[in-house]
C-alpha cells in the first residue's frame, strides 16, 4: 500500500517562497503521474499542478505562473515550489496522483501573512 507524506509548509510573508515535499513509500513510484491539491476549511480540495510519468506539467489558473511541481524518481518524490505567495495561498497542501488514486497523506500546512 502507497504512503505520502507531505512536507516543507510553514508560515511566510506575502511574496515568500515555499518548496513543498511529498515522499512516496511504496512501489512503481516512477510509473505513476502526480499532482499537487489544496483544501482550506469548508472547502473541497482544489487541484493544482500536474505532473506526468514523464515530467510533463500542468497547471491550473491558481497556480500558473508561480508554482512549479517536480518530480525526482531516484528519490521517490514529488516537489512543489511556490513562490510570490498570497493570503489567498494558505491552506493545507496535499500531494496524490491526479485521479486521486492513493490514501491521503496528513498535508503541510502553508500559512500566508501580510
Known amino acids: 500500500q502507497v504512503q505520502l507524506v507531505e512536507s516543507g509548509g510553514g508560515s511566510v510573508q506575502v511574496g515568500g517562497s515555499l518548496r513543498l515535499s511529498c515522499e512516496y513509500f511504496g512501489r512503481n513510484f516512477r510509473f505513476h503521474n502526480y499532482a499537487w491539491f489544496r483544501q482550506t476549511p469548508g472547502n473541497q480540495r482544489e487541484l493544482l499542478a500536474t505532473i506526468t510519468s514523464g515530467s510533463s506539467t500542468n497547471y491550473r489558473a491558481a497556480a500558473s505562473g508561480r508554482f512549479v511541481i517536480a518530480r525526482d524518481n531516484s528519490k521517490k518524490m514529488v516537489f512543489l515550489q511556490m513562490n510570490d505567495l498570497k493570503p489567498e495561498d494558505t491552506a493545507v497542501y496535499y500531494c496524490?496522483?491526479?485521479?486521486?488514486?492513493?490514501?491521503w497523506g496528513q498535508g503541510t500546512q502553508v500559512t500566508v501573512s501580510s
Open positions: 496524490n496522483s491526479p485521479m486521486s488514486v492513493f490514501q
